[in-house]
């Protein structure tokens, strides 16, 4: 829902009241995540989407009933074979959205979901509508037995979204959980123009991007204006006290030997998602020798992605990022690196507690390769030469 902050803000300002139409269950291939919300005003004004487009009309209507009643409204959306124009998702899944009215009793604990910096939950009954949002350590808006809020507080620790059932018979409770956390952390480490152009396309993609290097004529802000930070300290130093967690991956472009291996030495030892150092095929034998010789373990250097990023070709420091990111996309979400053209499998790839915003969860490092081949590639898709500094 927070991708809509903006205008269901203005929205409580006015004082209009409006339904949300969210995803809050997946089967098969679909569009949009968990979480995803489509809101529709009484002027009959509509933000967002929950399908790309397959069932928008269909939850229109569904939003103005509900602002008709008064009432939530659970419904499933599916392909339907038998008739090619019947209402459902071409892609073949199933989507069931839930749509909710909402009044100004529940503006508290919307408005404390959409604009709470921390990690921050919002609960909804999806039988009688009453909304509560909370965090950590506080709650607000309407209230909920302790089960409740005790369930809610264990799935936004593991930053889940999704449908929950408490209790039983005359005391069952059935709800659904949104979760909000933090953008998950990408740490560029070495001040150079491939740099600027991974931080360009990491804050594009949602991540908090953070540019280190020791050397202050060239770690700026001015060099690197996509950045949120631009710190100046010795890499190792910086990361063994930086903040990371399972979603949190590290790009090492300093191609210096005595940058890049005191901080991959910290780096592959860390529960992060993804390690990557930038250098040619000779840089790269040469930094796993450095590396076994500091003590890594052949266990904790097949988590490096070395040389950094997908074989797609590139040269410039704008094609390198792309390639970057390519990997990083692939590492997080299970994905080939291939074209999808050339297979047949699911296009879209959600796990049961993907949200909008990714969610901290532990990811698989990558399977232990045959240690002839470079380290942490689980097919032939490597960088090219071109990206090695010349």
Not at 91 to 99: A, S
Not at 184 to 203: E, S, T, W, Y
């Amino acid at each position: 829902m927070r991708e809509l902050t903006t205008e269901l803000l203005s929205w409580h300002a006015a004082d209009k009241a409006y339904a949300v139409a969210s995803i809050v269950a997946i089967t098969g291939s679909a569009p949009r995540p968990l979480g995803a919300a489509m809101a529709v005003d009484d002027e009959g004004t509509v933000i967002g989407s929950i399908s790309g487009g397959c069932v928008e009309g269909a939850v229109y209507e569904l939003c103005r009933e509900a602002l008709r009643t008064g009432l939530p409204l659970r419904e499933t959306f599916g392909y339907s074979d038998s008739d090619a124009f019947a209402v459902g998702l071409t892609c073949g899944g199933v989507l069931e959205v839930l749509v909710h009215p909402v009044d100004s009793r529940d503006h508290a604990a919307i408005e404390a979901m959409l604009c709470g910096e921390g990690a921050v939950a919002l609960v909804r009954d999806v039988h009688t509508g009453a909304t509560a949002a909370l965090g950590p350590d506080w709650a607000t808006g309407a209230r909920f037995d302790s089960r409740v809020l005790a369930e809610a507080r264990a799935m936004l620790d593991l930053g889940g979204t999704g449908i929950r059932v408490i209790g039983c018979g005359t005391e069952e409770v059935t709800v659904f959980v949104e979760s909000s956390v933090p953008p998950p952390r990408m740490i560029v480490f070495g001040a150079i123009d491939f740099a600027a152009a991974v931080a360009r396309i990491g804050k594009f993609l949602g991540y908090h991007v953070t540019v280190c290097d020791a050397r202050p004529v060239f770690a700026t802000p001015a060099r690197f204006p996509d950045a949120d930070e631009v710190v100046v300290d010795w890499p190792h130093r910086y990361l063994e006290g930086a903040q990371v967690d399972s979603r949190t991956v590290i790009c090492v472009l300093t191609h210096d030997a005595k940058f890049d291996v005191p901080v991959l030495e910290v780096a592959l030892r860390l529960p992060v998602a993804y390690v990557g150092a930038m250098g040619s095929r000779r840089t790269h034998t040469d930094r796993l020798t450095r590396l076994r010789a500091a003590g890594l373990t052949e266990g904790e250097l097949v988590r490096l992605y070395s040389p950094i990023g997908l074989d797609l070709g590139g040269h410039t420091p704008e094609e390198t990022a792309v390639a970057v990111a390519a990997e990083i996309v692939a590492v997080r979400r299970g994905g080939g690196g291939g074209s999808l053209a050339a297979g047949d499998g699911p296009i879209h790839r959600f796990g049961a507690n993907d949200t909008v915003a990714p969610p901290p969860m532990e990811y698989s490092a990558a399977p232990v390769p045959d240690l002839a081949a470079p380290v942490g590639r689980t097919t032939d898709t490597v960088l090219s030469a071109a990206l090695a500094p010349r």
